[in-house]
Every structure is written in structure tokens, then in C-alpha cells.
């Protein structure tokens, strides 16, 4: 279990918006400020993607993808992919340091490199080294699998396969096989033995390694990775030991294997202090481990570019205070800066951002299968001979209830309630009286929230109700899968309908997915004002689809989401847009997510043992007359139907 999330007390006013527009489902859901400038609402009131972002460009209409799943039989829940937007964010990264190395005639070039552990979806890796082929744009790989992957996929010999992470002799050897193929494959070295393994593989092989040094800065981030940093780190080596590291290559003639200076200070870091303060602190290592006789070649900031998922553009750990432009000057001008004051040459700048590269590619579409309400039950609670006195006075409660007194009321029924448990445990109370009792306290509860929502002065206790009297909107995924991180470290991740925008929401509601887990649920979420446990939907129509989106789930989510309940990944669409297409998009490719029968495989199970021993259970029980063989064979037939398919919910 995670620690509780926190409570507000703060509240979408959706009262205040008289004549909703899609101007106001925007401003609502903070679609501009999250969207960087991919996403849009159209007239219709749909979620459009804007991938060139441009006025005029096309526009994708979520829904129209929605539709030809629906028309392909593609069941949800779907992860939709937009390559476009990948694309878009690789080219942005790479121009911006083109252009801000030439504004500031810096002398060095940048040669970024993705982190694939991010995303190491293939399909994915290889739009971005596709998209990055300009700019010489490289993988970054942090475990032997992942090197295994970005050997293949990194063709380019002229750009940078960077190896972070804790490695072993096979892993180092991999590497200066990557050299051998004509590859630019730099170790890192995270701990001072791996120098002298790697070095004594280099002479057994007799091929040069590529050597980067990951220094522990002192700079530290704040936010949810501020670890990454300082002198506790997992990574990397001390100054002292950096020291050590340059005499020992010296000694042994090797000082020109050394080419890379690197940190990674932690992910998402919030405020842009923190990086320059890292900058600066890096910048002036490099210079003197260069004034030391090290010729480094290349300067790495590694990743922890934020992204702003909750589109309030703070300090705030689901969010930064800086654009990619301001982080990439600052890069680029405290290096320029700190290296002419050293008098030393300007290195090449590496950069490993994966979260800012990713995080907007993809969503997670799901459809809400219905609602918890609570208060809402018709129970006939009249009046009937002598009832209990408890139930007499909740009724009484009921009809006092005013906009002046809800705080006592609420006292009172409060303790009345729990006065009616405890009867009801001596067996002083039917069933019947408690369900009265029941529906009678939560009405006055609803009451009373209602009281306190128009009531500027009302009580924490009370506000606190209404988050936990939300509708609880039943969707159709598993958070543990599709958004892991919502769970485990609280970040918040913006929720948007992808239909109806142009109709005022009236629901204030959570959501909670279909495990059977009660943290399976999502109850932080952005707003203008800041987080609120509850969002605002429209009022489901019994029997509409309602389909809602969870974005900015193209980094981490995807690989840390695991398979809580055997549900399993998800089918994925992958999206490319077409200007010439009257939809503007075409889906280019479908992957089908886990089946039953694949998530128990990979549990030591055995589909096929498993269909066996139910039809010889069957069987059994056909000969015994319990079961008519022709229901027989259709109850066989249905067990393997549902071990061949999508483990979510049908619609
Ligand atoms: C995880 C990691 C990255 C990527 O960080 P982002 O915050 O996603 O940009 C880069 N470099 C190293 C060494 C990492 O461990």
C-alpha cells in the first residue's frame, strides 16, 4: 500500500461558467498548458491532435481514431500512439541546440542521445533515430538487453550510443564489439572497477574503448528523483575517484580513451535553478579535468528535462518552471561561459532527455462502463409503528437540515450513525431500519455538501465529504498498467473526455479502474488553481459511449506497468498523420495486447492443459447427467473463447 494521497479542499467551480464554450472545456482540463501546442479542441467539442502545430495545419480528431477502432473491432482499452508527435519533439530538441550552439558561436556540436529505457518500444526507438538521422541523433541504453536493442537499432556511425548503468564483462564486451562495427559506443563509468575490467577487456581484445566518466555532483534536484543527485548517489564517482580514474589512464597511456564528461542529476526536475546550478558545477569539473590533461570531447548534462503534466508550469514535481528553449540556452551559454573563463575548448554537448522526448506521444483511451454513486438510492424509509428511535430522530435530522446549521447536523448524524451500528450489532435494529438509516444519513450528507459548496467559510471536515462523496467514475484499464506512476509516486496526469467539449461537465467525480484493488484508482488531478481529488465529467446517458483519454503516458508508463490482475498490455494503434486523407490520419499498424492465455502463460500456466482439464470437468459432468452435451460442448467452446481473448472488459 502507498502512502495516502493528499486531501483538498479546493474545487472546479463549475458554477461559475454561465454559457460554456469549448474556450471554457480548455481552460478547464488546462489543454493548452499541458499540450504544449499538440492538442486542440475543434467546434464539435472533440480532442483533436495538431502534430505540425501550426494554425492551419491538420488536425486529428481523436474521436474519428476512436471510430475506425470501433470499426476495425479493436477492442479498448487502447493505447494510441501519435508518431507525429514523436517526431515533432526529437526535431525540436535537435533545433534548438543547432541553433542556440550557432546564436551563441559555440564551438562544440550537440549530439543528443534518446534514452531508450523510457520507451523501448521498437516501433518507437525507431521513429526516433529515424526522425534524429539528420542531426546524428543516438540511443542511450542503461542495461545489457537495452544495448543488445540500441546496437541494432543505432546504425548511425556517426552519432553516440552512450552505456549508463552498472555493467558486467559481457556488457562490456558488447560495447567494444559496437566499436568494431565502426560505432561511436562510449562506456560510462558509474564505479571506479569498471575502468579497470573494461581496460583489461580492451587489451585482451585488443579494441580501444570509448571511455565517458558519470560524475556525483553535488547539485541536487528537488522533486520526486532529487536521489539521483549528491553525494549518496547510486551513480557515479566521486571527484576523488574521478581523479584516480584520469592517473590510472595516464599510467597505463591510455588518456585518449577518455572522451566524455557525464551526470544526471534525476528526472523531472522542476525548477530550472537546479540545472543551471548543475551546469555551472559540471562545466567547472570538465574544465579542470581538462586543464589535468583529460581531453574530454564530450559534455554530457544527461536527462531530467520535465515535462508539465499538471499545465501549471511551476516549481511543482508534476511540473517545470522552464520551456526547452530556456533550457537548452542555459545549457549552452553557462558551458560557453564557464569554458572561455577556464580557457579551455568548447566540448560537444550530449543530452539524454527521454521524458520531454516521449511523454506526449502516446494516451491511453478508455470508455467509462458506468458510476458509484453514493446517495442516490430509492429506499422507501416512511415512517412505519413503532420503528426505532434512531430511525425516528435521522428523520427528524433530515428536516432540519438548513444552509445555517449543516455543521451540526452533520455532528449529529454523524453519531447517530455510528450509535446505529453498534444497535444494529446488539441486534437491536433490523436490516430493514438499518437501509433507512443508511439512505436518510447519506441524502442529509448530500445536503450538506451542497450547503457547504455556496458557503465561503465551510469547514475543511465538510469540503473534505464532497471529495469523498464523488461519483466514482468506473473506467475500463488497470492504473497499475496504464499509468503506474499515478499510483506509486503521485504524479498527477491530465485526464480529458475526448468528446463532448462543447457541453458543460456537471459531475465532480474519481476514477477508479477495474482491478480489485482499492488503490486502483485515480483521485489527484490538475487544475487552473492547482491539484483537486476530484474532476469534472459529463453525466453519463445510460447506454453512450463516454470515452476519456489519460495523456502524457508516452514515458515510463508503458514498461513499469505490470499485470496486476492478469489484465496485461494493451492494445496499442499507432497514428501518422496525412494531410491528403480526408481524416487527416491513417492508422498505420494495430498490435494486439495480451490475450488470457498470454498473461497465464507467463505465469507457468498451460492454455492448452487448462482447456483440457475444464472439457474433461465437463465431460464429467455430461456423463453424470448434470449437464446436456450439446450445453457441453457450447461451455467448452466458451472457456476457450475466453482464454483467446482481450483480458479487459467487453463493452
Ligand atoms: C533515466 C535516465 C535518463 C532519462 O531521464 P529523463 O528524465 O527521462 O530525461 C537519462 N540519463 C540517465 C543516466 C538516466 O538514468
Given at each position: 500500500m502507498k502512502t495516502p494521497q493528499p486531501q483538498f479542499t479546493?474545487?472546479?467551480?463549475?458554477?461559475?461558467?454561465?454559457?460554456?464554450t469549448t474556450q471554457d472545456a480548455n481552460d478547464i482540463y488546462q489543454i493548452s498548458r499541458w499540450g504544449e501546442g499538440y492538442f486542440t479542441v475543434n467546434d464539435k467539442g472533440d480532442l483533436c491532435i495538431n502534430p505540425t502545430r501550426k494554425e492551419n495545419g491538420p488536425l486529428i480528431n481523436i474521436m474519428e481514431v476512436v471510430e475506425e477502432m470501433k470499426d476495425k473491432k479493436i477492442p479498448f482499452p487502447t493505447v494510441i500512439r501519435f508518431h507525429d508527435i514523436l517526431r515533432a519533439q526529437v526535431t525540436n530538441l535537435n533545433k534548438t541546440f543547432r541553433e542556440t550552439v550557432e546564436e551563441a558561436r559555440f564551438t562544440g556540436t550537440y549530439y543528443g542521445v534518446y534514452p531508450i529505457k523510457v520507451n523501448q518500444m521498437r516501433e518507437v526507438v525507431e521513429e526516433i533515430v529515424d526522425a534524429g538521422a539528420p542531426y546524428n541523433y543516438g540511443l542511450e541504453a542503461g542495461s545489457k538487453p537495452e544495448l543488445i536493442a540500441a546496437l541494432a537499432m543505432n546504425t548511425n556511425q556517426n552519432s553516440l550510443t552512450v552505456v549508463n548503468g552498472y555493467k558486467d564483462r559481457d556488457l562490456l564486451r558488447l560495447a567494444l564489439l559496437g566499436i568494431q562495427l565502426g560505432r561511436k559506443v562510449i562506456v560510462v563509468i558509474e564505479k571506479y572497477t569498471e575502468l579497470i575490467d573494461l581496460m583489461a577487456l580492451a587489451q585482451e581484445t585488443g579494441v580501444e574503448p570509448l571511455i565517458g566518466l558519470r560524475a556525483k555532483i553535488a547539485t541536487k534536484s528537488s522533486g520526486k528523483w532529487a536521489s539521483s543527485g549528491g553525494d549518496y548517489a547510486k551513480f557515479g564517482l566521486t571527484i576523488t575517484e574521478i581523479l584516480q580514474a584520469v592517473k590510472y589512464l595516464k599510467s597505463i597511456d591510455k588518456t585518449h580513451c577518455l572522451k566524455l564528461f557525464h551526470f544526471h542529476i534525476g528526472s523531472q526536475i522542476p525548477d530550472i535553478k537546479t540545472i543551471k546550478d548543475s551546469i555551472s558545477e559540471g562545466a567547472r569539473i570538465y574544465a579542470k579535468l581538462y586543464k589535468e590533461g583529460?581531453?574530454?570531447e564530450f559534455f554530457d548534462v544527461g536527462g531530467g528535462v520535465g515535462v508539465n503534466y499538471d499545465g501549471?508550469?511551476?516549481?511543482s514535481p508534476s511540473s517545470t518552471n522552464y520551456t526547452t528553449k530556456e533550457y537548452v540556452a542555459d545549457v549552452v551559454y553557462i558551458l560557453k561561459q564557464v569554458c572561455d573563463l577556464e580557457d579551455v575548448p568548447h566540448p560537444n554537448i550530449v543530452s539524454e532527455s527521454g521524458r520531454a522526448i516521449t511523454a506526449h506521444h502516446s494516451c491511453v483511451v478508455t470508455n467509462v462502463f458506468g458510476a458509484l454513486e453514493i446517495g442516490n438510492e430509492t429506499y422507501n424509509v416512511d415512517k412505519v409503528v413503532s420503528e426505532n428511535i434512531l430511525v425516528t430522530n435521522m428523520r427528524e435530522l433530515q428536516t432540519e437540515l438548513t444552509e445555517k446549521n449543516y455543521q451540526d447536523v452533520f455532528n449529529d448524524a454523524t453519531k447517530l450513525k455510528e450509535e446505529s451500528v453498534a444497535a444494529f450489532k446488539f441486534g437491536i435494529l433490523s436490516l430493514d431500519e438499518r437501509a433507512k438509516l443508511e439512505t436518510m444519513y447519506w441524502k442529509i450528507c448530500k445536503g450538506i455538501v451542497d450547503h457547504a459548496s455556496k458557503d465561503e467559510y465551510a469547514p475543511d471536515e465538510i469540503l473534505l465529504l464532497k471529495n469523498q462523496m464523488a461519483s466514482q467514475y468506473l473506467c475500463n484499464f488497470s492504473i497499475f498498467q496504464s499509468a503506474p506512476d499515478t499510483w506509486a509516486i503521485g504524479q498527477i496526469l491530465p485526464i480529458v473526455p475526448l468528446h463532448k467539449l462543447n457541453e458543460k461537465p456537471t459531475e465532480l467525480c474519481t476514477l477508479v479502474d477495474i482491478t480489485c484493488d482499492s488503490d486502483g484508482k485515480i483521485d489527484t488531478f490538475l487544475s487552473a488553481d492547482g491539484p483537486t481529488n476530484t474532476m469534472p465529467l459529463h453525466k453519463l446517458n445510460n447506454g453512450d459511449d463516454y470515452y476519456i483519454g489519460l495523456f502524457m503516458?508516452?514515458?515510463y508508463q508503458d514498461i513499469m506497468g505490470d499485470n496486476h490482475n492478469c489484465f496485461g498490455r494493451l492494445n496499442e494503434v499507432h497514428v501518422f498523420c496525412d494531410d491528403d486523407d480526408p481524416t487527416d490520419f491513417y492508422i498505420e499498424e494495430v498490435i494486439y495486447g495480451n490475450k488470457a492465455s498470454h498473461v497465464l502463460a507467463s505465469l507457468q500456466y498451460n492454455p492448452e492443459t487448462l482447456a483440457q482439464t475444464m472439457k474433461a470437468n465437463v465431460d464429467l459432468q455430461v456423463k453424470r447427467g448434470k449437464i446436456r452435451p450439446r450445453e457441453g460442448v457450447d461451455l467448452t467452446d466458451f472457456y476457450e473463447a475466453c482464454l483467446k481473448s482481450y483480458t479487459y472488459l467487453k463493452k
Open positions: 479546493r474545487f472546479h467551480n463549475l458554477d461559475a461558467i454561465k454559457e460554456w583529460a581531453k574530454l501549471t508550469r511551476s516549481n503516458t508516452g514515458a
